[in-house]
T-cell receptor, first 118, second 111 residues
Framework: GAGVSQSPSNKVTEKGKDVELRCDPISGHTALYWYRQSLGQGLEFLIYFQGNSAPDKSGLPSDRFSAERTGGSVSTLTIQRTQQEDSAVYLC????????????????FGPGTRLTVT | KNEVEQSPQNLTAQEGEFITINCSYSVGISALHWLQQHPGGGIVSLFMLSSGKKKHGRLIATINIQEKHSSLHITASHPRDSAVYICAVRMGGGSQGNLIFGKGTKLSVKP
């Protein structure tokens, strides 16, 4: 079956512009995660959606970053007024469920969107 | 202070060697993940475990909750195992959605 897909695969934008990154999770997966990986750095959590619950936004680095998930499926990560330090690979992952009573489920990662801010 | 520490940072091995990558963490966790990131950037989840040991093919992952330590072993290593191996933990309790990642171990297996 289809895995997690992300678009675009590459995005080059000028400093100060807004960008939108899209994630299509695996069908039926209720949990969706956004991460980023800056050059030479480890992975960093950004935001987590679980069903209809309020998202966990604790990893968003600034108020220029926001994300939404419409209809419990597709998610869009928006970065406003991009800065050069936003350049990174943005990864999306989904899992069948998120945290429920202490349980956790395996995450499946998308191929990522490489964002370059010039 | 890193809450998840991996060792070694870099590892070069000859084909056929037995490989061990270590992960130590300082927080209470509900689960630990081992991920594999290939040179092209794609990430694959290898294991998710909260206790004991799991095996898949030539890969074995173990975790010791009391010692806050996990190991990933690769038996009969092969050049196609060359990748960055990342340990990530999910903190226990509450409803946190985030994984805390180690910095990764870059493995290179020479033919």
């Amino acid at each position: 079956g289809a895995g997690v897909s992300q678009s675009p695969s590459n995005k080059v934008t000028e400093k100060g512009k807004d960008v939108e990154l899209r994630c299509d999770p695996i069908s039926g997966h209720t949990a969706l995660y956004w991460y980023r990986q800056s050059l030479g750095q480890g992975l960093e959590f950004l935001i987590y959606f679980q069903g209809n619950s309020a998202p966990d936004k604790s990893g968003l680095p600034s108020d220029r970053f926001s994300a939404e998930r419409t209809g419990g499926s597709v998610s869009t990560l928006t970065i406003q007024r991009t800065q050069q330090e936003d350049s990174a690979v943005y990864l999306c992952a989904s899992s069948l469920k998120g945290l429920a009573g202490g349980s956790t489920y395996e995450q499946y990662f998308g191929p990522g969107t490489r964002l370059t801010v010039t | 202070k890193n809450e998840v520490e991996q060792s070694p940072q870099n590892l070069t091995a000859q084909e056929g060697e037995f490989i061990t990558i270590n992960c130590s963490y300082s927080v209470g966790i509900s689960a630990l993940h081992w991920l594999q990131q290939h040179p092209g950037g794609g990430i694959v989840s290898l294991f998710m475990l909260s206790s004991g040991k799991k095996k898949h093919g030539r890969l074995i992952a173990t975790i010791n909750i009391q010692e806050k330590h996990s190991s990933l072993h690769i038996t009969a290593s092969h050049p196609r195992d060359s990748a960055v191996y990342i340990c990530a933990v999910r903190m226990g309790g509450g409803s946190q959605g985030n994984l805390i990642f180690g910095k990764g171990t870059k493995l290179s297996v020479k033919p």
